[in-house]
């Protein structure tokens, strides 16, 4: 079966400091990886996933399938990073999918 | 578009009751997934529906839930004889026919005393 793992539940760092929330998975296959975020009292929403290889808000995460990895990153954090970022799995590559997620990193980040 | 909705946002079940919960997805969506958030975990994946349809519910506990999509009106997530350990956060997504994109509503927190 496959699994997302989310090592850090708390990441804290200061404005301007650059971060990287890490997600590493397992599975056979190969998936597709996505990077959610929901910000305070707002709904769970879609911030990247690695075939569109865009940057959002800043945000970039590269597939790593040698490291089964996908970690997201930003060079500069600003206060409204601030966050619980969920990353996710997806078996169907491209097609409709029950997703699988990790536990979740909290960001904070500090002025 | 409204988005994703789910209703009640907050229900109280005593041990023993029913719970229903809806789902309504985003206009033109035919896809329905179900997921469950325990507290302090990610969330988990119960089951996954097309109208009239069940794909997939390899996440479903065997026992006292059942979920249905029917061809007219809001999905619904049924958990019957409710214990404590039912308490937790309950998510609906949708996404349209192509493409995998899942929107998520806002949420169902149900509390069983």
């Known amino acids: 079966a496959q699994r997302v793992t989310q090592p850090e539940k708390l990441l804290s760092v200061f404005k301007g400091a650059p971060v990287e929330l890490k997600c590493n998975y397992s599975?056979?296959?190969?998936?597709?990886l996505f990077w959610y975020v929901q910000y305070s009292r707002q709904r769970l929403q879609l911030l990247l996933r690695?075939?569109s290889r865009e940057s959002i808000k800043g945000f970039t995460a590269d597939l790593n399938k040698g490291e089964t990895s996908f970690h997201l990153k930003k060079p500069f954090a600003q206060e409204e990073d601030s966050a619980m970022y969920y990353c996710?799995?997806?078996?169907?590559?491209?097609?409709?999918?029950?997703?699988?997620f990790g536990k979740g990193t909290h960001l904070i980040i500090q002025p | 578009n409204a988005g994703v909705m789910q209703n009640p946002r907050h229900l109280v079940r005593r041990r023993g009751q029913e719970a229903r919960l809806r789902c309504s997805p985003m206009?033109?969506?035919?896809?329905v997934y179900w997921y469950r958030q325990l507290p302090e975990e990610g969330l988990k994946f119960m089951v996954y529906?097309?109208?009239?349809?069940?794909?997939?519910e390899s996440g479903m506990p065997k026992e006292r839930f059942s979920a249905e999509f029917p061809k007219e009106g809001p999905s619904i997530l049924r958990i019957q004889q409710v214990v404590r350990g039912d308490s937790a956060a309950y998510f609906c997504?949708?996404?349209?026919?192509?493409?995998?994109?899942?929107?998520f509503g806002p949420g169902t927190r149900l509390t069983v005393t």
């Open positions: 997504a949708s996404s349209p026919p192509v493409g995998d994109e899942q929107y």
């Open positions: 599975y056979s296959g190969s998936p597709e």
């Open positions: 690695h075939i």
């Open positions: 996710a799995l997806s078996r169907a590559g491209g097609g409709a999918d029950g997703l699988t």
């Open positions: 206009k033109g969506h035919s896809h």
């Open positions: 529906l097309q109208k009239e349809n069940i794909i997939d």
